[in-house]
């Protein structure tokens, strides 16, 4: 079946330190994969999203590459901040099909100043 | 433009008692999706509107259900409610419910006593 496979958290590191959080996935098909983030209290927000393989999603400073031949979408930051304290959720999405995103158990970031 | 609107943010209910939660998409938007979260879990699917039908649906007991109006609003109900109900029951709404962004609300915090 399909799923999505995230590294376990909390991941905890200092101001200004490189990012990343590793996301694989099984699928059959090609599926558009997304990093979603989530703040305390709060729904989750789209951070970035890829729809073909080599395809690099970037936003605020956050990218992810979309690897097809490893099955992989890793969220990297070169300086996280204390602001990017959150959860952040590794999804794929079909074009068609199963009209479902499908979510990795998420992970959580703890930036210290 | 206004964002997808959850009522109510929290409810508190006895074991037995039935629910239902409201979600309003973001106006244009013709798909609806819930998702359940919890600790142990995570994100799961519940089901998915797309103009008042059900296109998928996920592996939960008959005790959830959903529908969808005209205007695309949705609404799910819970009945028979379990303590392992207790959750955050998030709506997210998109355009056509696949490979696009979708919309997340803040979420009904339901606990079960």
């Known amino acids: 079946g399909n799923s999505v496979t995230q590294m376990e958290g909390p991941v905890t590191l200092s101001e200004e330190a490189f990012l990343t959080i590793n996301c694989t996935y099984t699928?059959?098909?090609?599926?558009?994969l997304f990093w979603y983030v989530q703040y305390p209290g709060e729904g989750l927000q789209l951070l970035l999203k890829?729809?073909?393989?080599?395809d690099k999603g970037s936003n605020k400073g956050f990218e992810a590459t979309y690897r097809k031949e490893t099955t992989s979408f890793h969220l990297e930051k070169g300086s996280v901040q204390v602001s990017d304290s959150a959860v952040y959720f590794c999804?794929?999405?079909?074009?068609?099909?199963?009209?479902?995103?499908?979510f990795g158990t998420g992970t959580r970031l703890k930036v210290l100043a | 433009k206004a964002g997808v609107t959850q009522t109510p943010r929290y409810l508190i209910k006895t074991r037995g008692q039935q629910v239902t939660l409201s979600c309003s998409p973001i106006s244009g938007h013709r798909s609806v999706s819930w998702y359940q979260q919890t600790p142990g879990q995570g994100l799961q699917f519940l089901f998915e509107?797309?103009?008042?039908?059900?296109?998928n649906k996920g592996n939960f007991p008959g005790r959830f259900s959903g529908r969808q109006f005209s205007n695309s609003r949705s609404e799910m109900n819970v009945s028979t409610l379990e303590l392992g109900d207790s959750a955050l029951y998030l709506c997210?709404?998109?355009?056509?419910?696949?490979?696009?962004?979708?919309?997340f609300g803040q979420g009904t915090r339901l606990t079960v006593v």
């Open positions: 999804a794929l999405s079909f074009t068609s099909g199963t009209y479902k995103y499908i």
């Open positions: 509107y797309f103009s008042e039908t059900q296109r």
């Open positions: 890829a729809t073909k393989a080599d």
């Open positions: 699928a059959t098909g090609y599926p558009s």
């Open positions: 997210a709404s998109s355009l056509e419910g696949y490979s696009t962004e979708a919309f």
